[in-house]
């Protein structure tokens, strides 16, 4: 089965400053990249995904790339402030099964 | 409804008892997952339902662990003889719908301890 492997699990950063992510997968047949933000004490939400038809896609401050070839996937927060603390899960599925499979989440910290 | 309902919101049970949680998906969404969250650490699949096919269960972690979803809407999480390993927050999510296929829709959790 699929294997995300993400990292790192911590992360602490200036307001301002950019914040990356990096996430692998295992299986070549995964097509759907999602990534999640989970505020303390809150649910998880998708922020943005990707799909393997695209390189890179971006939606204001946050942008995701993708490189099949590697089978990795970069989450990218540009400007970070203090409301993007949380902690992000990058996601892979495959076409053959529904259900996403996360990595291990990495906890984001903006320091003001 | 208007999200994803998921109750007891906290359940405190002994040893060897046996829990259900429930899941009450948006309605319409036609997917439904069970996904576990131990303290600090990722999302575990555990179950996933899709309209009427046969689900997938290949994330349950032993026999203990049984789900059914009834009428298409309506999931239950039960765990027999509860671990003390069992101890987690239980997430359901629900996608499909206007939302599309591929965005899942978490509700809140249930929280289980096992004493």
């Known amino acids: 089965g699929e294997n995300v492997e993400q990292h790192p699990s911590t992360l602490s950063v200036q307001e301002g400053d950019s914040a990356v992510i990096k996430c692998t997968y295992s299986d070549s047949a995964s097509n759907y990249f999602p990534w999640y933000k989970q505020e303390l004490g809150k649910r998880p939400q998708l922020i943005i995904d990707i799909r393997s038809n695209v390189g890179e896609k971006k939606d204001q401050r946050i942008a995701v790339t993708l490189n099949k070839t590697a089978k990795h996937f970069s989450l990218h927060i540009t400007e970070t402030q203090p409301e993007d603390s949380a902690v992000y899960f990058c996601a892979a599925r495959n076409t053959g099964r529904r259900a996403l499979t996360f990595g291990s989440g990495t906890r984001l910290q903006v320091q003001p | 409804g208007a999200g994803v309902s998921q109750s007891p919101s906290n359940k405190v049970t002994e040893k060897g008892k046996d829990v259900e949680l429930r899941c009450d998906p948006i309605?319409?969404?036609?997917?439904l997952y069970w996904y576990r969250q131990s303290l600090g650490q990722g999302l575990e699949f555990l179950i996933y339902f899709q309209g009427n096919s046969a689900p997938d269960k290949s994330g349950l972690p032993s026999d203990r662990f049984s789900a059914e979803r009834t009428g298409g809407s309506v999931s239950t999480l039960t765990i027999q003889r509860t671990q003390q390993e069992d101890s987690a927050v239980y997430l359901c999510?629900?996608?499909?719908?206007?939302?599309?296929?591929?965005?899942?829709?978490f509700g809140a959790g249930s929280r289980l301890t096992v004493l």
């Open positions: 309605s319409g969404h036609t997917a």
């Open positions: 999510a629900s996608s499909g719908g206007s939302g599309g296929a591929n965005v899942l829709t």
